[in-house]
């Protein structure tokens, strides 16, 4: 509706559904606005670490420093056992949004707050 385009990453088994940030930096131009990411991505469960994520701000920063990076981080807190949940990649930029769901993280599909 806005004009916007839309461009998608795959990720493959074969790389154990790794965001490649050097395959990103490929796709964006001085013209993107915003990149958005799910970490960890459903339905792969696979996580985003840190250092790729701080990779993906720089090639931001680089290619379209106006953009921002949105992290749906859903699932951040379900952890295995005792360990710790990654911190919120919130903290690693102001041009960072993370955003969450209350209904989904805790199995409750259907709550809405509004």
């Known amino acids: 509706m806005?004009?916007?385009?839309v461009h998608t990453?795959?990720?493959?088994?074969?790389?154990g559904y790794q965001l490649d940030a050097a395959a990103l930096h490929g796709?964006?131009?001085?013209?993107?606005?915003?990149?958005s990411l799910a970490s960890p991505q459903n339905p792969s469960g696979v996580a985003?670490?840190?250092?790729?994520l701080c990779d993906v701000l720089a090639a931001l920063a680089?290619?379209?420093p106006d953009a921002?990076?949105?992290v749906d981080e859903t699932y951040r807190e379900a952890v295995y056992g005792n360990h710790p949940a990654t911190p919120s990649a919130a903290a690693l930029s102001p041009r960072v949004?993370?955003?969450?769901s209350l209904s989904k993280c805790h199995g409750a599909p259907g709550l809405r707050l509004g």
């Not at 806005?2 to 385009?5: E, N, R």
């Not at 985003?48 to 790729?52: C, E, H, K, N």
């Open 2 to 5: 806005v004009g916007a385009q």
């Open 9 to 15: 990453l795959p990720l493959s088994f074969e790389r």
């Open 27 to 35: 796709q964006l131009s001085p013209a993107t606005k915003l990149a």
């Open 48 to 52: 985003i670490p840190p250092a790729t």
């Open 62 to 64: 680089e290619q379209c």
């Open 68 to 70: 921002y990076l949105l």
């Open 97 to 100: 949004i993370a955003v969450a």
